[in-house]
């Protein structure tokens, strides 16, 4: 087992070289999250092993059993990718340094509350429903300039740039559409010049589009599968789109 986690990391890494010579950027400014949900910690230290330090969790309740396992190696760091229910938003902000998915209000409403108690803010990424699926979590991009804007008075909220998921089972071509719309969404977020509002981050590209994203500016790509294998659990468990949007 620790040889396919080994080799499959070899091979994401080469492929986002290579995305990032076809397409003329650094490899720097590109960025590997790894995706852990359902994954057991065995596999996630043999990441660690192999020098990865950024991992990204979906489900509080996973980040909790995960957390203080593997917290003593302080280069890690973890990212929140789920879909976040306001009264969860407690041990989120204890434990990960940048949520990625803050897609309403209410939400950045939960946050402050709980981190004006702490003293305390935190990094936050704007999720934007690229696609138009409803099984999608994320805001309609016609409603980021106003949610970003909106987002920046509360001020332990510090927004760093945008979210979100490609169009699945698509060409492509449309994959493609939807990192370009969220690059152009950055771009006109930039325009507003909204104070305290940065739009450096671009979190975009899974397992089978992260190259595309690479090539359309992704400085964050976030992979599961390709790392460490399928998952035992399908992803409506966790993008399940029962759950209220305003959870
Ligand atoms: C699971 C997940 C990923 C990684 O997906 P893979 O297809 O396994 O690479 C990326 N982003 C989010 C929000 C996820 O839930």
């Not at 935190?122 to 099984?135: K, R």
């Given at each position: 087992?620790?040889?396919?986690?080994?080799?499959?990391?070899?091979?994401?890494?080469?492929?986002?070289?290579?995305?990032?010579?076809?397409?003329?950027?650094?490899?720097?400014?590109?960025?590997?999250?790894?995706?852990?949900?359902?994954?057991?910690?065995?596999?996630?230290?043999?990441?660690?092993?192999?020098?990865?330090?950024?991992?990204?969790?979906?489900?509080?309740?996973?980040?909790?059993?995960?957390?203080?396992?593997?917290?003593?190696?302080?280069?890690?760091?973890?990212?929140?990718?789920?879909?976040?229910?306001?009264?969860?938003?407690?041990?989120?902000?204890?434990?990960?340094?940048?949520?990625?998915?803050?897609?309403?209000?209410?939400?950045?409403?939960?946050?402050?509350?709980?981190?004006?108690?702490?003293?305390?803010?935190?990094?936050?990424?704007?999720?934007?429903?690229?696609?138009?699926?409803?099984?999608?979590?994320?805001?309609?991009?016609?409603?980021a300039l106003e949610?970003v804007?909106?987002?920046?008075?509360?001020?332990?909220?510090?927004?760093?740039?945008?979210?979100?998921?490609?169009?699945?089972?698509?060409?492509?071509?449309?994959?493609?559409?939807?990192?370009?719309?969220?690059?152009?969404?950055?771009?006109q977020i930039?325009?507003?010049?909204?104070?305290?509002?940065?739009?450096?981050?671009?979190?975009?590209?899974?397992?089978?589009?992260?190259?595309?994203?690479?090539?359309?500016?992704?400085?964050?790509?976030?992979?599961?599968?390709?790392?460490?294998?399928?998952?035992?659990?399908?992803?409506?468990?966790?993008?399940?789109?029962?759950?209220?949007?305003?959870?």
């Amino acid at each position: 087992m620790r040889d396919l986690v080994e080799d499959n990391l070899k091979a994401v890494r080469r492929q986002m070289e290579l995305a990032c010579q076809t397409s003329g950027r650094s490899i720097k400014d590109v960025q590997l999250l790894l995706a852990t949900k359902t994954v057991p910690l065995e596999k996630l230290q043999m990441a660690i092993h192999m020098g990865e330090t950024l991992f990204g969790e979906n489900k509080v309740q996973e980040l909790r059993g995960k957390f203080p396992l593997m917290h003593q190696d302080n280069q890690v760091e973890w990212h929140f990718i789920g879909h976040l229910q306001t009264n969860k938003v407690k041990d989120v902000v204890k434990f990960v340094t940048l949520i990625h998915s803050v897609d309403r209000l209410k939400l950045g409403q939960a946050l402050h509350q709980q981190l004006v108690k702490e003293n305390k803010s935190i990094d936050i990424l704007v999720q934007i429903n690229t696609s138009y699926e409803e099984s999608k979590f994320g805001a309609p991009p016609e409603m980021a300039l106003e949610l970003v804007e909106q987002l920046s008075q509360f001020e332990t909220l510090n927004v760093k740039g945008l979210m979100t998921i490609g169009k699945w089972n698509a060409t492509k071509d449309e994959t493609r559409q939807c990192f370009r719309l969220l690059k152009l969404i950055q771009t006109q977020i930039r325009k507003a010049k909204f104070p305290r509002v940065d739009m450096d981050i671009l979190s975009m590209g899974m397992s089978s589009d992260f190259q595309v994203a690479i090539e359309e500016g992704a400085t964050i790509i976030r992979v599961g599968t390709s790392v460490f294998g399928q998952r035992y659990l399908p992803d409506g468990f966790y993008w399940n789109e029962n759950v209220r949007q305003d959870d």
